[in-house]
């Protein structure tokens, strides 16, 4: 197995009495998109600025390209968005990136970087002028502008309207089908599922899962039996965890939609207009978050 990228070792992190990264264990491999999820608080930008070598580890180990993240040598192949209230304003967007390309080995040239990006247009533009989406574009873009090995997002699309969100995911599976290995948090759970092959969720600083997408999905079985009936108690009655109404329909959580959907057919009670859907990301993070609860 080729060596990973990055590794958190066992790293605990607290901030006095809080412990924000808990025991973490996590290699990342290249070429791969890894989606970090977990809710307020659970620890993810802690990750992050630990394998940016902006923060220590209390005890455990972090290495970056197999040294030391706080070593500046180690940086020159870590691309990084800056806050984009960090982007200086009087600058125009042609200048930021050759600032920010300066300081990298292999930098990618300022056309290519902004075609890649959707910002040819905005080239000369001075980016206090830009729209909060048009910054946000910059920032993500600077994080590949020297043509990193590993890039670090840290909820990129954050305020970006739908079609901005779509454009940046675009850009971002080019550059992964390019070999760029990407590390991405987001509050949007879709956005883990577009993007993600490997999912790591995160809850009170403690890896809850860490797989491909998929078994993240499989880990919570449940599936959702959606359909219009009269009867939802009777229906209920044939082996659903739970049920509610959604509009005029009813939707019930099974385990297995076959058995349950092969009992409601054999019974003979009356529906119509069924459909069966796997759980969402959110769903099942919902789960994880849930039973980790219960075993604390
Ligand atoms: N500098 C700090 N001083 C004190 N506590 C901190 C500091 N940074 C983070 N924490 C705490 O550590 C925990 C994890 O925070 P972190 O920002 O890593 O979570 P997160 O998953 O990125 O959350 P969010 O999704 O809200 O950005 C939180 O309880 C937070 O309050």
Redesign the pocket.
Known sequence: MTAPLARLDRVT?R??E????DDVTLDIRPGQILGLL????????????LLQGL?RPSSGRVELFGGNPAEAARRQSLGSTPQETALPATLTVGEVIDFVGAHFERRVPRGELAAEFGLSDLLKRQTGSLSGGQRRRVSVALAFAGDPRLVLL??PTTGLDVDARHALWDALRRQHERGATVVV?S?YLEEIEALAERVVV?GG?RVLADDHLDAVLGRVRVRRVRLVTDVPERIAALGAESWAPSGEATEFSVRDSDAFVGDLVRSGLPFRDLTVRGASLEEAFLTLTASDRKVA
Not at 38 to 43: D, E, K, M, S, Y
């Open positions: 992190r901030f006095g809080v412990t924000a990264v977990g809710p307020n608080g659970a620890g993810k930008s802690t990750v992050i600025s923060r840290d909820e948090t509050h995160l600083g």
